[in-house]
C-alpha cells in the first residue's frame, strides 16, 4: 500500500502537467487543478477519475503509518488525511465545476465548499507529523515536516492573497502556482515517511 500510496503522490502532481497538453487554454500558472475536471475540459473523465482513485487511497493508505504508530495523534492525522481525499478528491470528482466563475451553480459550489474544506485540512498534517515526529525522538523527520508545514502555509498565504482584487496585477495572482507548491510541500512529509518506514 505504502508502493501505491507514493505513486499517488507523485502521480497527483504530474498528471496535470501530462494532460494540460491536450487542454490548449490550460495555463497552470493561472488556474487551479480542478479546473482540468470541469465539465468544459476535454480531459476531464480521465482528471475525475483520478482524483476519485486517489481520493480512496488516501483514505486507506494512512492506515499503514497508523500500524506503526497507534496514537491520537496518529488517528487525527488518519482522519485529516481522509477529509482532504473525500473532499479534494472524491467530491471534486464527483461535481465538477464550471470553467466561468460567473457560472456558479449549485454543484460548483459543492465542489468548492468539499475542496475548500479538504484543502485546510490536508495544511495541518505536516504540523501534527512534525510534532509526532519529535515525540519519537526522530529529529530529522520532524524537521522536514515542520519545514514542509512553514513553507505550505507560506504559499496557502500567497494562494489566498492572490484571490483579492488588489492583488491582480502581481506576482500573488499565479494561483495555480501556489496551489500546488502547496500540495508539493505538504506531499514531501508523506512521501518520505512512506519511503523510510
Known sequence: MKTL????????????????????????????LSVLGSRQSPVKWIYNMW???????FCIAPYELYKENSSGLMIAI???????????????????LNESRQDEDFITKIHGGASAIGFMTLL???????????????????????VSFIVAFVFFCFFIMGEKEKFANTILR????????????????????????
Open 5 to 32: 500510496w507514493i505513486i499517488i503522490l507523485v502521480a497527483d502532481n504530474l498528471l496535470p502537467l501530462l494532460l494540460s497538453y491536450f487542454y490548449p487554454n490550460y495555463k497552470h500558472k493561472e488556474m487551479a
Open 124 to 146: 495541518v498534517v505536516p504540523l501534527l507529523l512534525a510534532i509526532l515526529q519529535f515525540q519519537s525522538t526522530n529529529i530529522i523527520m520532524g524537521q522536514i515536516s515542520l
Open 174 to 197: 499565479h494561483g495555480g502556482l501556489w496551489q500546488r507548491l502547496v500540495l508539493v510541500s505538504c506531499y514531501v512529509p508523506l512521501a518520505v515517511l512512506c519511503i523510510i518506514k
Open 78 to 96: 488518519w482522519v485529516l488525511l481522509a477529509i482532504y481525499g473525500i473532499g479534494c478528491e472524491i467530491i471534486s470528482g464527483l461535481c465538477p
Open 51 to 57: 482524483c476519485i482513485i486517489s481520493g480512496i487511497v
